[in-house]
């Protein structure tokens, strides 16, 4: 500003003399120009740098703004898909109800189940089964046997009834082949003598599309078959289903042709058409064709057949496709039965080929649990398209990815039906076994949704079925959050296993792939480092809460597990540390296995840090011998509820947290969990060094984390040890028995049980001794309780959490079959 008014000062002056020259007649016009021009000039460079700056500045701020939800620059992996893959096409990729079937197109016709009984049936729909529902509170249901690709058995106990409900698909035609699905309905045996013989059941089969498919569906009437529905779409041409009564007698059937204004409306669309028909006692059928409120609105999108009907029943679901032709006969009746007799004969036999468990002496229920858990697995793996919300620090708001695909297997089909990146590593261990061209398909799928930043969404919500599940606050994807790389877990398997079998089309895959690891192993290694050479840190911890006892680090994996009181930017995470050693060592592998020039620069950072006297320096206390993280930390908290203020009297205030002693840097070794184990877990540590005989002692102490069902995650004497991070938050990473860290456990115990070393003989008795814990326990709740579990107590081993949990939790299979390698 200076600058600029000397500029000025002094521009008067020559303007007063100029003025007086031009009044003596001494100065002429051409003598002003030079002097005009270079300020004139002068003004003009100034206002180009201003406006050069600004642009750049804007450039730069859109550039940054746009590269959360801009793809990855490079091939895609998946380079066949929909009916390119036909023996994939169809299947049961809607895992969130609990029994329908789609196709592997971006905007597939879906058929689904819905069903209740009309003598139980509640105000407002209550009792109408559809999407998988812990509330609903079933006694059991899950897949008995699926092999992913061409058929599925499963059983429903809605108590006091049965359902079972299965498909077998065929191949044939242009457009994926067909299919017949078959649900029976009867009284569970214990209460036969305790149903009425008036007791109905309702069936509700449906075909929907969503607003972006192309094509229509209608019912359909004849005199000698059952209402079905027809149509037509842009990846299937033309269809029809037909119903066929198999047992039983049909009460009435009844139709819905309707607009439903999203899929994820579907079961209230029905509810809302449900009416009494005066034809007959407690006669509920559906409303046949209904405009939607407001008038007429387009061609029907959701066509829905009901049968109610005596017990038992059965009825056969016949999908036929035009462009199928000179089949010799029907996929009905008792051809259906035999050809699902068959292929479940075919499916013992390649499940005892895959793991052996006959083989290696396990009893009839063994068996029948392990191939429940993998074909839950199988079962589960869904497809969806859609776009997940995403965040960066450059955005004010959430902005959209880009629509996209994505076919995965779910944690829980009640409660987590969508994909988890860290869990997802852990299903590709198992996936892999039963079928890794599936595994690759899955990968490939994952690593599609790489964004320019390297950076993949750790949580995927796509679509409005499974956004419709998630609480608002989960469903933004923040591009600063990591989670545990898992899939270079499954890659290490994958090369451990399969390396003689990878075929060119696989290799090509690979290929596809490498590039995509390669920037995602860069964005952890430059957005998660720590302040230290050699040191990493998960980001997303929240550094202002005052509600929680540990602020949780959801990016980890291990939500509230105590980590440092106090996060701050020079927190260190063991955990993480070992990841990227296990990345940079696979990383490694596969470059190599790929002919790339840049398997040293991994193998050199792989050495690094697989360094241990690194991870010593960093990591291990010499006072408590263990690893442990490092941070601003105390243990001096507790929750108390504040004195409400005068306004505030009648109020019941959240508690918030208390800290009773300054925290200060320092190792977070008061606390013996997962993961302060992670070297041990993830085999990065020495089988010479003392640190993993200590730890195999440690394990092993039944005040630690030793318990009669697994380990559990973190030791009684933790003073957070099942203690609540909130009051509104159960303790969950804080003392239960995961299956996921306890097979971790199972397979490093075995690995360091075949290397030379002091503690080979301890590592191999702790193996079978925990491997018989494991097994043990998650088969007899199991069969006690009907389900798989998210986690089990360490108490009595009674499963917790959400159900079924036929994710990480079915890595028990591989316990039984011991395939770690």
């Given amino acids: ?72 620059d490079d091939k895609k992996v998946i380079v066949k898909s929909g009916l390119k893959v036909p023996e994939q096409f169809w299947g049961t990729y809607r895992p969130g109800v609990y029994f329908g079937l789609k196709t592997r197109d971006p905007h597939s016709l879906v058929t689904g189940l819905m069903w209740y009984f009309p003598n139980r049936l509640g105000p407002g729909g209550d009792g109408i089964r559809h999407w998988c529902e812990q509330g609903d509170n079933l006694r059991k249901y899950g897949w008995l046997q699926h092999d992913g690709s061409n058929f599925g058995v499963q059983e429903i106990e809605d108590a006091p009834f049965k359902l079972t409900t299965s498909f077998v698909k065929r191949s044939g035609g242009q457009h994926g082949g067909e299919w017949t699905a078959r649900i029976t309905a009867d009284v569970l045996p214990e209460y036969q003598n305790k149903v009425p013989k008036s007791e109905r059941i309702s069936l509700i089969w449906y075909a929907a599309l969503d607003k972006d498919t192309e094509g229509f569906l209608a019912p359909t009437n004849s005199n000698t078959d059952l209402t079905g529905i027809r ?72 066509v829905a057949t009901q049968i109610t009907a005596k017990l038992p029943f059965s009825i056969d679901i016949v999908f036929e496709s035009k462009s199928v032709a000179n089949v010799p006969e029907r996929l009905l009746g008792d051809s259906y039965t035999k050809s699902l007799e068959w292929l479940r004969t075919r499916f013992d036999q390649r499940f005892e080929d895959t793991f052996g468990l006959k083989s290696k002496g396990y009893h ?53 039906p969508r994909g988890f990146l860290w869990d997802e590593g852990f299903h590709g261990l198992l996936i892999s076994q039963w079928d890794l061209d599936i595994e690759l398909d899955i990968m490939g799928h994952w690593f599609d949704l790489m964004n320019a930043e390297g950076w993949i969404p750790r949580e995927q919500i796509l679509g409005v079925e499974a956004r419709a599940k998630v609480p608002k606050e989960f469903v933004v994807q923040w591009n600063t959050n990591a989670n545990p790389p898992t899939f270079f877990l499954t890659l290490e398997y994958i090369l451990n296993k399969y ?76 955990d993480l540390y070992c990841w990227m050693a296990v990345a940079s060592n696979t990383m490694a592998r596969l470059a190599y296995l790929l002919g790339r020039d840049t398997y040293a620069k991994y193998k050199q950072t792989a050495s690094y ?167 043990n326990n998650v088969v007899d709740q199991y069969f006690k309780t009907g389900y798989v579990w998210e986690q089990y107590s360490d108490v009595t081993g009674e499963g917790s959490g959400c159900r079924p949990f036929t994710g990480w939790s079915a890595l028990t299979v591989i316990l039984m079959s011991g395939g770690f390698e």
């Fill in 1 to 72: 500003m200076a600058r600029q008014r000397k500029t000025v000062s002094e521009s008067n002056k020559e303007s007063k003399s100029r003025n007086s020259s031009s009044s003596n007649g001494s100065s002429s016009p051409q003598s002003k120009t030079p002097q005009s021009k270079s300020v004139f000039i002068y003004w003009k460079q100034v206002a180009m740098v201003l406006v050069l700056g600004v642009t750049v500045v804007f450039a730069i701020m859109g550039y940054l703004q746009t590269r959360v939800n801009t793809p990855f």
């Fill in 231 to 302: 149509g037509e779409t842009s990846g299937l041409g033309q269809f029809k289903m037909t119903l066929f009564p198999q047992q039983g007698t049909v009460d009435h059937e009844s139709y819905l042709s309707t607009v439903v204004p999203g899929l994820d409306l579907l079961k209230e669309t029905v509810i809302n058409s449900l009416r009494l028909d005066p034809g007959g006692p407690r006669k509920i059928v559906l409303g046949g064709a209904i405009d939607p409120p407001g008038g007429p609105n387009g061609v029907p999108n959701l």
């Fill in 364 to 416: 009839a229920k063994h068996i029948e649990f392990a191939q429940a858990a993998l074909s839950n697995m199988i079962g589960g793996i869904g497809y969806f398209y859609g776009s997940s919300l995403v965040q960066s620090r450059y955005n004010e708001e959430p902005v959209s990815y880009w629509r996209a695909p994505l076919y995965t297997a779910v944690p829980s089909r009640s409660f987590f």
């Fill in 499 to 574: 390396e003689e079998q990878l075929t060119n089309e696989r290799l090509a895959h690979l290929e596809r792939l490498y590039p995509r690891l390669q920037a995602w192993f860069q964005w952890f290694n430059s957005t998660q480092k720590g302040a230290l050479a050699g040191s990493y840190r998960w980001r997303g911890r929240d550094y202002l809460t005052n509600k929680e006892l540990n602020p949780k680090t959801l990016t980890s994996g291990l939500d509230d597990f105590p980590r440092s009181s106090h996060p701050s930017d020079l927190e260190r995470h063991v």
């Fill in 609 to 775: 840090l697989m360094d241990n006297g690194l991870m010593d320096e960093l990591h291990w206390s010499n006072f408590s011998k263990r690893y442990a993280d490092y941070g601003l930390h105390t243990d001096a908290v507790k929750l108390v509820r504040p004195k409400p203020l005068p306004r505030q009297q009648n109020q019941n205030l959240e508690m918030v947290r208390e800290v009773l002693k300054r925290p200060e840097y320092r190792l977070v070794d008061s606390h013996f969990g997962y993961v302060n184990v992670f070297p041990f877990l993830l085999r990065v540590l020495e089988p010479t060094s003392p640190h993993l005989g200590q730890i195999l002692k440690d394990i092993r102490r039944p005040d630690y984390l030793w318990s009669d069902y697994g380990l559990r995650s973190l030791s009684k004497t933790s003073p957070l040890y099942m203690r609540r991070n909130t009051e509104h938050d159960p303790p969950y990473w804080r003392g239960q028995v995961w299956i996921n860290m306890n097979f971790l456990a199972a397979r490093s115990l075995w690995h360091y049980g075949q290397l030379e070393g002091p503690y080979r003989t301890v590592a191999r008795e702790l193996f079978e001794e925990l491997r018989t814990n494991v097994v």
